[in-house]
């Protein structure tokens, strides 16, 4: 029995935004990057998930559908589907850091364990894509005299399943193959093989045939498995091992996911509901569970549970369940808003001491009246977005903290006019909208296809990090602007909610973007790297402006009072939460992580297949640190607990913040508020502190007030 999905979402949570054309003040450019000839678009495509080397470059390069690594072979001797899975005894560690660990570790890439291929594709293949979802794709390689092979790629698929049409089967294997035997069949119609390879691995193959058809498979040499003759609309399944539970899930394999979430008050319900073909013993196929969801998993999916567990490449040790559905449970922590907020054991609200409120007005009285306009007026929407936010975070203290009416209105005004700079797109490198893809991107480097611009953000790089600083910036102007009875709310709205569809659309029926381009349900968090090819997989180096853009997000949210975005960004945010503790910020009892790693406390930058303990602009420990905890806001005590920063800051912190002089001494400073604000108060309002320490977008504004309202 196949069961079909019918959109990549579903529910209230999940409406879309607008379903409008871009405004026209955007005007339309082509990216220098095509989408490949064979792909077969409907509306925008993926930019930043799984998938995306699949259509980049000659396609060829790796993608992990988690646990297995995937990749189009083209190789003489070795065409088709190529499939990967390694060990973590297979990982490879580099020399021991400054910290005491592991300077980065990697699973090989490029071992090709089996490869579903043909006799037929000797003379050349081809390859095209169909299906183009955020959880998976359809992929389709044909011989050029004979049939093709399709297969769905989905995110935690137990099996690689591939449906053969009209083609001899041929598998490979780069590792070698010690034997392949028959085994019992699991059912009438599906036939089952056991194989080993040279490096001891052991493999599963299951065929099940349609209208009677029957085929025999032999080792044909050390590297190749071959079938007796051609096959039509039967299916070939492979897996790593051979656990019992795949006999139980045998002729069904999962095509796509649909993800579903409902909320009740602080409890948040959301689910991957994946569409099958084929049937099985089970009525279910099998799908593996990544350390985090198996944690928050609801006893619909934990009662699944299988005896079956293959490492991840970065991922620690995944689970499988029987299963059509990854059911899963999350706390939403609603009292998050625009005000300071921690969860240290005792805190309920904001609270100002008199002597507090004086260091406070001291340190705005210095900034409120700077040319927020003239500083803003640069060539990067990232910088941009990080001074506009800076001056968002000092005209909050102002009006609801200080209530000084009149500089509030000083700064007001200086601060609309400066993001309307942007919401006009009349700033240095005014925003497109690209139409290969399709999303808002700078025109900064696009013509010439120079990546090096703005960090990228015209071939979807780190959008979430850039505009989740314009979009909490305007949130909070609006809101100030209201209170004083404004409507400039209503000017810059369309400007703000299409940023926010560019990132994390909501629905399939908004066709000009992509559905949630940036934050990857299945793996937990963002992903910020776009089109170009990355051999490790996607990547995020900045796990704190990840969650920025959910937080902004949210705080737009409530200025529009828009409650399935505020709930999605809740949701974002809980899971997030989640993953980010589990594989990017390590406290010393992680067991998911690699021991020779954790020491490091942070991850560095995370990729799919790789986490290096580096960052793209520099080795100094302040960098490392500092780009997963910048910038310091109310959310940011959810996701860095006061625990995990107390262990990184005793570790590996506390003794090298005495040499550091520029402004990442400010972002490490203020990161201590988390756990002791006592702490970081006296460093912030003390006689010795020099602006010098302050990053270009923080405020000394908002460091005393933070600490101060979180320090009682």
């Avoid at 990184?648 to 203020?670: F, H, P, R, Y």
């Amino acid at each position: 029995m196949s069961v079909q999905a019918s959109s990549e979402t579903s529910g209230d949570i999940f409406k879309a935004i607008s379903t409008s054309k871009p405004s026209s003040s955007f005007s339309q450019q082509a990216s220098t990057v095509s989408v490949p000839s064979g792909v077969t678009k409907n509306g925008a495509v993926q930019t930043n998930n799984f998938w995306g080397n699949l259509t980049l470059d000659d396609q060829t390069s790796y993608v992990f559908t988690h646990p297995y690594s995937i990749w189009y072979s083209t190789k003489t001797s070795y065409q088709g589907l190529a499939v990967s899975h390694q060990t973590a005894a297979q990982r490879i560690y580099g020399d021991t850091d400054t910290e005491g660990a592991a300077s980065y570790f990697y699973a090989p890439s490029g071992n090709i364990c089996l490869c579903l291929g043909s006799t037929d594709f000797d003379d050349g293949t081809s390859i095209k894509l169909a299906n183009l979802k955020k959880m998976s794709i359809d992929v389709t390689i044909a011989s050029k005299s004979a049939g093709s092979l399709t297969a769905s790629l989905v995110q935690g698929m137990g099996f690689v399943s591939a449906v053969y049409n009209d083609l001899i089967p041929e598998l490979h294997s780069g590792v070698g193959i010690k034997s392949v035997n028959g085994d019992t069949a699991p059912r009438t119609g599906t036939d089952k093989y056991k194989i080993v390879l040279n490096d001891g691995a052991t493999w599963v193959m299951y065929v099940t045939f349609t209208d009677n058809q029957t085929c025999s498979f032999a080792l044909k040499d050390t590297n190749t498995i071959v079938g007796s003759n051609s096959i039509n609309n039967c299916v070939i399944q492979i897996a790593c091992g051979d656990d019992s539970s795949y006999d139980k899930a045998a002729g069904c394999y999962p095509t796509s996911s649909t993800l579903s979430a409902s909320i009740s008050g602080s409890t948040a319900t959301y689910a991957f509901e994946y569409a099958t073909s084929g049937s099985s013993n089970s009525n279910t196929t099998i799908m593996y569970a990544m350390p985090h969801q198996a944690a928050s998993f609801t006893s619909t999916t934990s009662d699944t549970k299988t005896s079956a567990t293959l490492d991840d490449t970065v991922h620690g040790s995944m689970t499988a369940y029987l299963t059509n559905k990854f059911e899963m449970s999350e706390s939403l922590t609603t009292a998050i808003g625009k005000d300071p907020w921690s969860s240290i054991s005792g805190f309920s609200s904001p609270n100002y001491s008199d002597s507090e409120l004086s260091a406070i007005k001291s340190a705005a009285a210095d900034e409120y009246g700077n040319d927020v306009y003239s500083y803003s007026d640069v060539d990067s929407m990232y910088t941009a977005g990080k001074i506009l936010d800076k001056y968002a975070y000092v005209l909050y203290v102002l009006h609801y903290v200080l209530k000084d009416s009149d500089k509030t209105k000083t700064l007001l005004a200086s601060l609309k006019k400066a993001i309307e700079r942007f919401s006009g797109n009349s700033q240095q490198n005014p925003l497109c909208y690209e139409t290969n893809w399709g999303g808002i991107c700078s025109t900064g480097g696009m013509s010439k296809g120079d990546t090096s611009v703005d960090y990228g953000n015209a071939f979807y790089n780190d959008h979430h990090f850039h505009y989740g600083y314009h979009i909490h910036a305007a949130a909070i102007c609006a809101l100030v602007d209201s209170d004083l009875g404004g409507s400039w709310i209503d000017s810059v709205k369309d400007w703000v909610n299409t940023l926010v569809r560019d990132v994390a659309n909501p629905s399939s029926d908004d066709t000009y973007f992509p559905v949630f381009r940036n934050f990857d349900f299945y793996l937990g968090h963002s992903i910020a790297h776009g089109i170009t090819v990355y051999a490790d997989g996607k990547d995020e180096e900045s796990s704190s402006e990840d969650y920025n853009f959910a937080y902004g997000m949210k705080i737009w949210a409530q200025a529009i009072n828009d409650s399935n975005m505020s709930n999605r960004a809740d949701l974002m945010l809980a899971i997030t939460k989640r993953s980010l503790n589990t594989y990017f910020l390590y406290t010393q009892d992680n067991t998911v992580m690699p021991s020779k790693y954790i020491k490091n406390y942070c991850s560095g930058i995370w990729f799919e297949n790789k986490i290096a303990h580096t960052t793209y602009f520099g080795t100094n420990i302040e960098y490392i640190h500092g780009i997963h905890m910048i910038p310091i806001t109310p959310v940011s005590s959810l996701i860095r607990g006061p625990t995990f920063v107390k262990e990184e800051w005793e570790a590996v912190l506390s003794s090298k913040i005495d040499s550091i002089t520029s402004g990442w001494k400010g972002i490490l400073m203020l990161n201590v508020a988390l756990y002791d604000p006592s702490t970081a108060y006296n460093f912030f309002s003390g006689s010795s502190f020099s602006t010098d320490y302050l990053d270009n977008g923080m405020s000394k504004t908002w460091s005393i007030a933070y600490c101060a309202a979180i320090n009682n």
